[in-house]
């Protein structure tokens, strides 16, 4: 039995459906992210796990027991909210401390428990200042010292770093990576950022319009997403989905790319998926992620099936630690990651790798993938 | 040349235009508040004239022999009506009635406002609007329907007195204007509150509840100790209005020793027997008028500031 179970939970507003049937399990001491576009439900699921909004069907479970009826106080819950909710008219120090001081917790325990949780954030030197007075990042760790100060079952996290600058983003990613690993809480957290949710999770749930489309491990959800959906919103650049046809050549298949003015690329397909026969000559959507097409010196050595074919290098970007070329595939913008020192020019044609080994297959019509 | 002469004289012209214009408008705003100050100017002056002083000299003058005594006659001697004790007591009365009438109203103000935006219930908006409307209702029309309300109060008091000993305020005419005024400032200082509290940000509530704060708890412990700018707005606008009342003052206290400042100024002024005594009338609608001058002038920045919140947010 898993730590925290939601289990077909359901949230109507009126007539409107926010939450369609959810179902996610979360093992003690995991790092759950509920990821997706703005308006997916997200928060709202968030919300319903804090208590702060109703569910119309379903239950939510802590270690076993039922928490959806309960005021959210009673949950054994710590939230951090996007706006940190810092209150404005109490010290840092009132601020940790006003959850406890709303339990009963006699002054001198509330003490220690304020002087624990300063250590543990470097918030020491701030406790008397107002919320006013702090900086951006300080304010973040004055909200997760009021949460971390409960010692809760279970820590919810919305939005927490969308108000931070890029920079202190990173650092401030890091530090709450860092906690859950010392402290080894379990953690629910909501993000629209894919990157958050890939360096930070060990279960990441991808929801779309009150969905969940796929649930699983940030490595599963990577190489191996159930819908083009998930393929296109996580990763960075975003992966390839290019329109191909299925085409064969006596005993194998291969996948053909349209080309402007040129005859097509034909691939050779080794250990395609089973089901991807069904559609020879027919239309499918070809998927692969920028690194997993490169220039033929860069490609992966030990990957099984690697083709190469000629491309018509359109835009450079260099960015530093990667060269990102632009080519034109089945009338749509392809984006090959190569190394940084890559001899390549625009305008030119140059062969390219294509790692199919890592390349997925979905259907045109249902969208999900191909297997 | 011309070239080079006639855009100078142009810059010229111009600047003579603009300095034209200033003094038109700096001289008209200068007009509108000397006319404005001046009846406030003659009230004062002629609070501190003696009568012949007044009798046989210029209005405008200053006073020749400048004395206090009017303001002492005002404060402890004059005539209201047929009692000739100044108008001390009816000051006192004034306190009593608009300390709690302001407090009480303001405090029931914030909490509308507070569940109205934090805690909205199935028709808030109808609820809402219901209470704008109270804002818009000429008071005049209200006169008889609470008299009758009141009437019935007073009747209950009797009967609470008669078997209790104790008739709990209902039927005095002091917590009878309180009871009038806060139901008709329950409009404004709900309006006011509930546009304060519309940008007030939720997630600090929210935040309040998974900590586990009460309803009271989030109120006395979150919002109030945030709200002092449109406390403050509405404190001096209740204050203001409540003092200054001489329409639910005269209705429902318009007689007896509950009679508030306003009455009482008007029975000063309005007496028909023996000479009339400006300077003591002056003195007495000064007195009158200082607890709402002292009021803007201790918290005015906050009201400014109030407005201009709720302009910008709301």
């Known amino acids: 039995m898993a730590f925290l179970e939601i289990d077909g939970l359901r949230k109507r507003f009126g007539t409107v459906e926010i939450l369609k049937g959810i179902d996610v399990e979360l093992e003690k001491g995991g790092f759950l992210v509920l990821v997706g576009p703005s308006g997916c439900g997200k928060s709202t699921l968030l919300n319903t796990i804090a208590g702060l909004e109703n569910i119309t069907e379903g239950e939510i479970r ?61 918030i020491g030197h701030l406790l008397q200042r107002k919320p006013s007075q702090l900086s951006g990042g300080q304010r973040q760790r004055v909200a997760m010292g009021r949460a971390l100060v409960r010692d809760p079952k279970l820590f919810l996290f919305d939005e927490p770093l969308s108000n931070l600058d ?92 349209q080309r402007d003015g040129r005859e097509p690329i034909s691939l050779p397909l080794a250990g395609a998926p089973t089901g991807l026969s069904a559609f020879k000559d027919k239309q499918i959507i070809f998927g692969v992620r920028p690194e997993a097409l490169t220039d033929p010196e860069g490609a992966e050595r030990n990957a099984s099936n690697i083709a190469t074919a000629d491309c018509h290098i359109e835009v450079i970007e260099p960015a530093g630690s990667d060269t990102f070329a632009v080519t034109n595939l089945g009338g749509k913008a392809v984006v090959a990651r190569l190394r940084a020192d890559a001899k390549i020019q625009p305008g030119t044609i140059t062969p390219l790798a294509f790692n199919l080994t890592k390349a997925v297959f979905f259907d045109p019509a249902t969208e999900k993938r191909i297997l | ?143 008889l329907p609470m008299a009758t309300i009141l009437g019935s109060l007073g009747r209950f008091g009797v009967t609470l007195q008669n078997s209790t000993g104790f008739s709990f305020g209902l039927g005095n005419p002091t917590v009878n204007l309180v009871f009038v005024h806060v139901v008709y400032g329950l409009g404004f200082t709900t309006l006011f509150f509930r546009n304060y509290y519309e940008a007030f940000p939720t997630e600090l509530i929210k935040a309040a509840q998974v900590d586990g704060a009460s309803f009271f708890q989030i109120f006395r412990r979150i919002m109030l100790p945030n709200s002092m700018p449109i406390f403050v707005v509405t404190v001096i606008y209740q204050f203001t209005n409540i003092w200054n009342d001489f329409l639910f003052a005269s209705a429902y206290a318009g007689t007896g020793d509950a009679m508030p400042m306003t009455v009482a100024l008007n029975n000063v002024v309005n007496t028909s027997t023996g000479v009339v005594e400006y300077n003591v009338n002056m003195a007495a609608a000064m007195i009158a008028a200082l607890p709402t001058l002292l009021v803007y002038v201790v918290a005015g920045r906050y009201f400014v500031r109030g407005l201009m919140a709720g302009a910008v947010k709301g």
């Not at chain 1, 039922?66 to 005021?71: E, Y």
């Not at chain 2, 509108?32 to 000299?57: C, H, R, W």
Request: aromatic share 10%; hydrophobic share 45%; glycine share 8%.
């Open chain 1, 166 to 257: 890029a920079k202190l983003r990173v650092d401030m990613r890091i530090e709450i990576k860092r906690l859950h690993a010392t402290t080894g809480t379990t953690i629910v957290y909501v993000t629209h950022d894919q990157i958050e949710a890939m360096t930070l999770a060990t279960k990441i749930a991808v929801m779309r319009d009150g969905e969940v489309q796929q649930f699983g491990t940030p490595a599963e959800i990577y190489n191996n997403p159930t819908n083009i959906f998930v393929a296109d919103f996580m990763g960075s650049p975003a992966m390839n989905l290019v329109p191909a046809t299925i085409g064969g050549n006596g005993s194998g298949l291969s996948v053909v790319l």
């Open chain 2, 1 to 143: 040349m011309s070239a080079v002469t006639s855009p100078a004289r142009e810059a010229s012209t111009g600047i003579s235009a603009r300095t034209v214009n200033r003094i038109v408008i700096y001289g008209l705003l200068a007009l509108f508040a000397l006319f404005y100050l001046m009846p406030l100017f003659v009230m004062l002056v002629t609070s501190f004239k003696t009568m012949d002083e007044i009798q046989n000299g210029n209005m405008l003058a200053l006073p020749q022999s400048p004395t206090l005594e009017p303001w002492f006659k005002a404060w402890g001697e004059t005539c209201v009506g047929l009692t000739c004790a100044g108008i001390k007591g009816y000051f006192w009365n004034s306190i009593k009635m608009v300390v709690p009438a302001v407090l009480i109203s303001t405090l029931l103000g914030a909490l509308n406002g507070y569940v109205l935006t934090k805690w909205r219930f199935r028709g808030h908006t109808l609820v809402f609007g219901l209470m704008l409307f109270a804002c818009f209702i000429p008071f005049q029309s209200v006169l």
């Open chain 1, 62 to 122: 802590v270690d076993g027991r039922a928490i959806n009826d309960l005021h959210p106080s009673k949950r054994d819950i710590a939230m951090v909210f996007q706006s940190y909710a810092l209150y404005p008219n109490m010290t840092v120090a009132g601020n940790i401390s006003f959850g406890m001081e709303m339990r009963g917790v006699p002054a001198e325990e509330r003490q220690k428990a304020i002087d624990k949780v300063a250590k543990v954030l470097q």
